[in-house]
């Protein structure tokens, strides 16, 4: 039974309110089984079900509360639900919530696009279900659904206003939280079938409680921890939402007044929050919401029911208000990669690398096949990396990964400086991808890597996934050579672009098929394709190189680097480094957070999902190494300079590409002087 329930007046609550789950489930897109999990919230959800207990209780308090509550009653209870579900995904796109009772929200795993068009179709759900009760149930819901969205809009229109009023306050909690609790004791009060005059006491009931509510609300924002609020705290603040401790405290604090004049910092919200809690503007509060649950129970002191239902209701209401409720903690796993640094690829695997570079004439001496640059980008920090399906496999991969490595320092190179070059250097490995691979013809270090990969990495390959392949890598030195003739030009993209045109010089599609060939297996397109996998890799892709651009922002300003976020954000705003630097830390950090939500996620998500033939474990293995290896990148040797470790030539090796896109090239300044 509930707690704050009295189980001898209502024995039947907690069947009834099985009832109500099985009604709610999820909203089915037809055609679409994999979009069900966008509003399901699964078995184990820590809903507190406090509208559809209302509407349940206000039924039994008009009838016969030792009966179980009638079919109408229960889709009442729901329909109410429902409705309430539908306003959460809102309001977690709107205050940029992350977490709900301790749980990945929608807009964390999903997306906000997604999070409000979920919520409008569990809305529409619920608003669906109280028409088929009625002409008046539907009528009702539909105002309550108007006073939900104006008090919305009456505390938007508020927020950093300092100068808010008490009375504006009240107006807007009145709408977004009241209405919708008193819309819970209307509807299970005309279920009874009484009188109109007690169908508007049960309401005025639920308003009343529903103002209470949502003051205890924000003062346990103040007041509370993360861990009890199953949501972040403190959050109302730096948002701009002023609410009733917080009027009265400013209004004889002169200090925390100035300070809600406009956004503040995480340190000035903590102090602002400080400034109210010494004030005794929380008490006060309390006391207030306490004269609303005062009024809550007159309400039915009038109602011509038995006393113990009516005590029993009341208990209820007031447990609910003194609620303490720890949102289930979940284990965080850090998206920091522990230091101590280990190859990724076995002994064997690594002693392959290192000849098959000298082999390859990569790298002239066994100095040279030890760059930092190159196999540098194998040691990694300790972490869990899933092994490959064969020590062959192993070998392709860990040649493919340090061959992008080689060609993306070939278009990075500083000394890479004529515009003509890189064409001729991008024609050039354009070329030597589309020769028949029956008959390489091309000389030279590179294309004998390529030559040598090539036929292990299509072994088993279907023609499709080997021209997409291929597709894919031509894109990619499309992409470089347009990043090396903005490094040339000392172009600096808007930071609007900067995503885009920081992936397309990724090669994040070569990467998720090179781990395809490492675990031999691929990723089915609709996988890919699903909303929330594209949302994991959006956000892996934005946290992977934001913290490469701040780890490497001295390095990319001395080589003028074009893609760097913090060097955009000065370009287009004029900060100081210190203040751009600030902006973009403040932005990684909100996408960590959401990243570790969506990571969280991905292991229920691929064991529910249709369509992958009972092997979402092993595409949940792939994703971790996915996730896993993206994240430690920028933690790998390869940023941090060995002495010993001799630097190739990089313009021997671009010659050679030349060679094969016009007359060879005397120096990376002079390119070749007629075009292929």
Request: hydrophobic residues 40%; proline residues 6%; glycine residues 6%.
């Amino acid at each position: 039974m509930r707690r704050g329930i009295d189980s001898a007046v209502f024995p039947h609550l907690a069947a009834d309110l099985d009832r109500v789950r099985a009604v709610l489930g999820p909203v089915r897109f037809e055609g679409r089984p994999e979009l069900t999990a966008l509003t399901d919230e699964g078995p184990d959800t820590s809903r507190r079900m406090v509208r559809p207990t209302l509407t349940l209780l206000s039924y039994y308090l008009l009838t016969d509360p030792a009966t179980p509550a009638d079919d109408r009653a229960v889709r009442a209870a729901a329909a109410v639900e429902l409705l309430h579900l539908g306003s959460l995904y809102h309001d977690d796109v709107i205050d940029h919530a992350y977490q709900r009772r301790g749980r990945a929200s929608a807009n964390a795993v999903w997306g906000p696009h997604l999070a409000v068009l979920a919520g409008d179709s569990v809305t529409i759900e619920g608003g669906r279900v109280l028409i088929e009760l009625g002409r008046r149930e539907g009528l009702a819901g539909s105002t309550a659904s108007a006073q939900m969205c104006a008090g919305m809009v009456l505390e938007a229109a508020d927020q950093y206003v300092a100068s808010r009023s008490e009375q504006s306050y009240l107006e807007s909690i009145d709408g977004k939280t009241a209405a919708l609790l008193s819309l819970a004791c209307r509807v299970g009060a005309m279920q009874a079938g009484r009188s109109e005059d007690q169908e508007e006491a049960l309401a005025v009931f639920g308003r009343q409680f529903g103002m209470a509510y949502q003051l205890y609300d924000d003062i346990s924002d103040l007041t509370s921890t993360a861990e009890e609020m199953g949501k972040p705290v403190n959050a109302d603040l730096p948002e701009g939402v002023y609410t009733l401790p917080v009027i009265r405290a400013a209004a004889r604090d002169r200090d925390l007044a100035r300070l809600l004049r406009s956004r503040m910092t995480g340190e000035q919200a903590t102090h602002a929050r400080k400034l109210v809690l010494a004030s005794g503007a929380v008490d006060e509060a309390l006391a207030q919401a306490e004269e609303f649950m005062d009024q809550a129970a007159g309400q039915l002191a009038a109602l011509p029911v038995d006393p113990r239902t009516r005590h029993a209701m009341t208990a209820y209401a007031r447990s609910i208000l003194d609620r303490r409720t720890p949102g289930s903690t979940v284990s965080r796993p850090s998206t920091q990669p522990l230091q101590t640094h280990s190859e990724v690829v076995s002994a064997q695997a690594a002693s392959w690398l290192r000849s098959w570079l000298v082999d390859t004439g990569l790298a002239l001496t066994p100095t040279e096949a030890d760059y930092y640059r190159w196999t540098g980008g194998l040691r990694i920090p300790t972490h869990t990396w899933l092994p490959a399906a064969d020590s062959a496999r192993e070998q392709t991969f860990a040649g493919m990964f340090t061959l992008a490595l080689v060609w993306d320092d070939l278009f990075e190179d500083p000394q890479l400086t004529n515009p003509e070059a890189v064409t001729a250097l991008r024609r050039g490995l354009v070329a030597m991808l589309r020769q028949d691979p029956q008959a390489p013809s091309m000389p030279g270090a590179i294309p004998a890597a390529w030559a040598s990969l090539w036929p292990r990495l299509r072994e088993g390959r279907g023609t499709r996934w080997q021209q997409r392949f291929l597709d894919n890598l031509e894109e990619w030195f499309e992409a470089c050579e347009r990043e090396a003739h903005r490094r040339i030009n000392g172009d600096i993209p808007a930071t609007a672009d900067y995503l885009p045109l920081r992936k397309s010089t990724s090669g994040f599609e070569t990467a998720i098929a090179c781990l395809e060939v490492y675990q031999d297996r691929e990723v089915p397109s609709m996988l890919r394709n699903h909303p929330v996998i594209r949302r994991l890799e959006e956000l892996l892709f934005f946290v992977v190189f934001v913290e490469n651009d701040l780890a490497g922002l001295d390095r990319d300003e001395a080589g003028r680097v074009p893609y760097n976020l913090v060097r955009a954000v000065r370009h287009e705003t004029g900060c100081t480094r210190r203040e751009a630097v600030e902006q973009v830390q403040r932005q990684l950090a909100e996408q960590r957070a959401q990243l570790e939500a969506v990571i969280r996620y991905i292991p229920a998500l691929l064991r529910a999902l249709p369509g992958l033939s009972g092997r979402g474990k092993d595409y949940a293995e792939m994703y971790a190494n996915i996730t896993s290896g993206g994240l430690w990148v920028n933690q790998t040797d390869r940023y941090t300079q060995i002495s010993d470790s001799a630097a190739p030539d990089l313009e021997r090796l671009r010659r050679e590409i030349y060679s094969r896109a016009a007359e060879p090239a005397q120096t990376a300044s002079q390119p070749p002087a007629t075009g292929p």
